[in-house]
T-cell receptor, first 113, second 110 residues
Framework: DAGVTQSPTHLIKTRGQQVTLRCSPK?????VSWYQQALGQGPQFIFQ???????QRGNFPDRFSGHQFPNYSSELNVNALLLGDSALYLC????????????FGPGTRLTVT | QQPVQSPQAVILREGEDAVINCSSS?????VHWYRQKHGEAPVFLMI?????EQKGHEKISASFNEKKQQSSLYLTASQLSYSGTYFC???????????FGAGTTVTVRA
């Protein structure tokens, strides 16, 4: 049973650039949430996708956008990167009916220089 | 709004017990507990729903006091494998997101 997968594992970008991160949910899950985790902090909710629509959004600027595909996989896009965007980006999948157990992927470590 | 966790860190010897607390200023529908080891993804431990039901996972259990909007995680007879950072994630009744605390780092020594 495949768990949540994310790609790439690590990424280094320059300020002002754009980045796309990818996530495939656990088999059977239909909901994907994205979180940003700064060093030494807890994950911060970015947004959640269900049925290819953004269902809820956290306190992140419009530079952060996403997409969910018919196969439930998802992308997180960040435009005009800032140094402060450097963090571990986690994807979590769950079942919409319950939204109970959220299974996290290994994350993508983004470094902005 | 983020829940507040305490303590920030705890050091234990194998076999000792510890309690981690999580409190919120808003009404909660559920509390989720995760453990994250260095360089790894958070791993789901358990969820507690409104109603105060206590759940257990191995020798790790938790309670949820919905009147006080607090949850506590109990580590009993700790093992080396319990080391990591524990996060509580809280969910209100009207939204889907989890708000995570800053975490409690647990170090279990032989």
């Amino acid at each position: 049973d495949a768990g949540v997968t994310q790609s790439p594992t690590h990424l280094i970008k320059t300020r002002g650039q754009q980045v796309t991160l990818r996530c495939s949910p656990k088999s059977g899950h239909d909901t994907v949430s994205w979180y940003q985790q700064a060093l030494g902090q807890g994950p911060q909710f970015i947004f959640q996708y269900y049925e290819e629509e953004e269902r809820q959004r956290g306190n992140f600027p419009d530079r952060f956008s996403g997409h969910q595909f018919p196969n439930y996989s998802s992308e997180l896009n960040v435009n005009a990167l800032l140094l402060g965007d450097s963090a571990l980006y986690l994807c979590a999948s769950s079942l919409a009916q319950t939204n109970y157990e959220q299974y996290f992927g290994p994350g993508t470590r983004l470094t902005v220089t | 709004q983020q829940p507040v966790q305490s303590p920030q860190a705890v050091i234990l010897r194998e076999g000792e017990d510890a309690v981690i607390n999580c409190s919120s200023s808003k009404a909660l529908y559920s509390v989720h507990w995760y453990r994250q080891k260095h360089g790894e993804a958070p791993v789901f431990l358990m969820i507690l729903l409104k109603g105060g039901e206590q759940k257990g996972h191995e020798k790790i259990s938790a309670s949820f006091n919905e009147k006080k909007q607090q949850s506590s995680l109990y580590l009993t007879a700790s093992q080396l494998s319990y080391s990591g950072t524990y996060f509580c994630g809280t969910e209100g009744g009207n939204d889907y997101k989890l708000s995570f605390g800053a975490g409690t780092t647990v170090t279990v020594r032989a």
